[in-house]
């Protein structure tokens, strides 16, 4: 089963910062948060992952929570193209023979 | 990053027939996995492909029916097996970064 409960859709302005969160109340000492994405009829594309420190690269920020059960990813200037089913991962680096499981994701709406 | 692609991108196959999906990655990576994603829902792990030994299978998820094989550290393949209609998916397969997966672009099965 999934470790995570993400909301299943919502909307955004375009222009406006788009805020997804993400509750993960098991997570483990040694489990990362990640962030994908997947745009219509294309394979996911990775977004940021955290473990407990806030992340920002060019795409988005990771929000984490002191305790580290919930986190939210920013968007801060949503476009048309941001639409997409986001999905909030836990689980141990790729590196580590760790395997990541996909629960039902966000879908999020940019509208004009 | 890693470039991901698949052969074939789509397939119509008959039922009882048997469909081998390639996986190329643009540079050696150590961790590979496969997905399905059947209509309207999120990913599903089929697999980890570890290169030099044998796949590790997810509950629901047979090596008869789902034969992956690794030759090498950028390359595997996923069989899909005496196909039948309930196979029809799009089938992803990941390649692990050190901190994150990098997806391919799907291979659109239709078994009729």
């Known amino acids: 089963d999934a470790k995570t409960t993400q909301p299943p859709s919502m909307d955004c302005a375009e222009g406006r910062a788009a805020n997804l969160p993400c509750n993960h109340s098991t997570i483990s000492g040694n489990e990362y948060v990640y962030w994908y994405r997947q745009i219509h009829s294309q394979g996911p594309q990775y977004i940021i992952h955290?473990?407990?420190n806030n992340e920002t690269n060019e795409m988005a920020s990771l929000i984490i929570t002191e305790d580290r059960k919930s986190s939210t990813l920013i968007l801060p200037h949503a476009t048309l193209r941001d639409t997409a089913v986001y999905y909030c991962i836990v689980g141990r680096p790729a590196s580590n023979t760790g395997k990541l499981i996909f629960g039902q994701g966000t879908t999020l709406q940019v509208k004009p | 990053s890693a470039v991901i692609s698949q052969k074939p991108s789509r397939d119509i196959c008959q039922r009882g027939t048997s469909l081998t999906i390639q996986c190329q990655v643009d540079?050696?990576?150590?961790?590979m996995f496969w997905y399905r994603q059947q209509p309207g829902q999120s990913l599903t792990l089929i697999a980890t492909a570890n290169q030099g030994s044998e796949a590790t299978y997810e509950s629901g998820f047979v090596i008869d029916k789902f034969p992956i094989s690794r030759p090498n550290l950028t390359f595997s393949t996923l069989t899909v097996s005496n196909m039948s209609p309930e196979d029809s998916s799009i089938y992803l397969c990941?390649?692990?970064?050190?901190?994150?997966?990098?997806f391919g672009p799907g291979t659109r099965l239709t078994v009729t």
């Open positions: 990941s390649a692990g970064g050190p901190y994150e997966q990098y």
């Open positions: 955290g473990l407990k």
């Open positions: 540079s050696q990576v150590t961790m």
